[in-house]
Each structure stands twice: as C-alpha cells, then as structure tokens.
C-alpha cells in the first residue's frame, strides 16, 4: 500500500512569488492535513481537509491556503513568498474523520525562499 | 490549548545503551490520543505508535517502549540496547479526541544520537 505522496520534494523560489505544493494520502483516507516545519517554530498545524471542505485551520495569514479535490488529493498554496517560509511542508493523511485516527506523514516538501 | 514539551533538546548515548525519552503534555480535555513519531534526516515523519487516554497500560514493540501515566501527563519513550540506526529526532504528539478533526500538537523534539 503506497503512503502519503508529496510532489515536489525539494523546491526553491525567489521572494514573491507563489508555490504550490501536491499532496496524495493513502489510499481510502479521507482527511489531509498539512503541517509546517522550522528550526525555530518547530511543527506546526496549518490546516485540515476532510471531503473537500476545510475542517481546522492553524494560525497562520492568508498567504497560506489549501484545497481538497474529490478524489482526497490536496493542493496548498503560499503567496507572495517571504524569507520566513522557507521551511519543510509536510502532508498528513488518517483514514476518516471526526478524530483519533493514526495519522501517516509524507516525506514532505523542501521549499527554500531567497 | 493544549501543550506538549519534551524537555530533552538532544541526548546522545553509545550504541546498546538504553534511553528513555520524556514527554509532558497539558490539555483539559478528558479524551485525547498520544503519539510518538519518529524523523530521520529524510524529513519523512515515522509513525511509532499512538495510544488513548482511556488505556494506561504499557506497550512493548521489540525494542520500543512506552509508559503512559495520566496521574503525571507524561507519555515517555525508551529504546532498549539502541542502535546507530535509531539516531533520529523523535516527536511527541497529541490530538483531541472530540470529533473536530485530527489537528496535532507537537512537541519541539528530540534529537537521539546513537555512537557505535
């Protein structure tokens, strides 16, 4: 049974631009969700689909969205890039919802900002 | 809110070593879920084990151990007689167990290094 896929795994763009960054859960998971990683900040929730609709969001500004497609696949996407997201992304996928399910991470994605 | 700490930034050991690993959370919830993962330097965080609120009792798996006690709110973690492949940065977790989603708290880590 494949895992939780993450496209791209490394990535570096330059300050303001956008990115967009791919994620497929195992297969017959329903819930998403994505999680930031820093040296300084540590991880940290940014959000959570579950059948294509945004059930938490972290405290994060809006530059940072997500989306869930039918099929559970999920996109996010960062705006206007700053320094400070630079940072390893990492997508998470449980099996159904509401809560207390094992959550299974990705490899995540390397996005350098300079 | 909830909170987890994990008071050990870094613990280095000699290989066949035991270690244990601290875990200390906080949350007012009466329901919720602990994890244990587990990150090499590939970045990819490794499912260890997750365990609910409701059961104290201990685990083994090889040569994994964990220790739940709610009267302290500690989770810990031990490896028995490790191993230069367990060196690694392992995270605690918790999530609440009230149908609102499976949203974790991490701790801030610990970083095992094993020496042969």
């Known amino acids: 049974k494949a895992g939780v896929t993450q496209t791209p795994r490394y990535l570096i763009k330059t300050r303001g631009q956008q990115v967009t960054l791919s994620c497929s859960p195992i297969?017959?998971?329903?819930?998403v969700s994505w999680y930031q990683q820093t040296p300084g900040q540590g991880l940290q929730f940014l959000f959570e689909?579950?059948?294509?609709?945004?059930?938490n969001k972290g405290n994060f500004p809006g530059r940072f969205s997500g989306r869930q497609f039918s099929n559970s696949r999920s996109e996010m996407n960062v705006s206007t890039l700053e320094l400070g997201d630079s940072a390893l992304y990492l997508c998470?996928?449980?099996?159904?919802?509401?809560?207390?399910?094992?959550?299974?991470f990705g490899e995540g994605s390397w996005l350098t900002v300079v | 809110a909830q909170k987890v700490t994990q008071a050990q930034t870094e613990i280095s050991v000699v290989e066949k070593e035991d270690v244990t690993l601290d875990c200390v959370y906080e949350?007012?919830?009466?329901?919720?879920?602990l994890f244990w993962y587990k990150q090499p330097p590939s970045g990819e965080l490794v499912f260890l084990i997750r365990?609910?609120?409701?059961?104290?009792q201990n685990e083994i798996s090889g040569r994994y151990s964990w220790n739940f006690q709610k009267s302290t709110s500690s989770f810990n973690f031990t490896i028995t007689a490790s191993q230069v492949v367990d060196s690694a940065v392992y995270f605690c977790?918790?999530?609440?167990?009230?149908?609102?989603?499976?949203?974790?708290?991490f701790g801030g880590g610990t970083r095992l290094m094993v020496k042969p």
């Open positions: 998470a996928s449980s099996p159904r919802g509401p809560s207390g399910n094992t959550i299974y």
């Open positions: 297969s017959g998971h329903r819930s």
């Open positions: 689909y579950f059948s294509e609709t945004q059930r």
């Open positions: 949350t007012r919830d009466t329901t919720y879920y």
């Open positions: 365990r609910n609120s409701f059961d104290e």
């Open positions: 977790a918790l999530t609440l167990n009230n149908n609102a989603g499976n949203m974790l708290t």
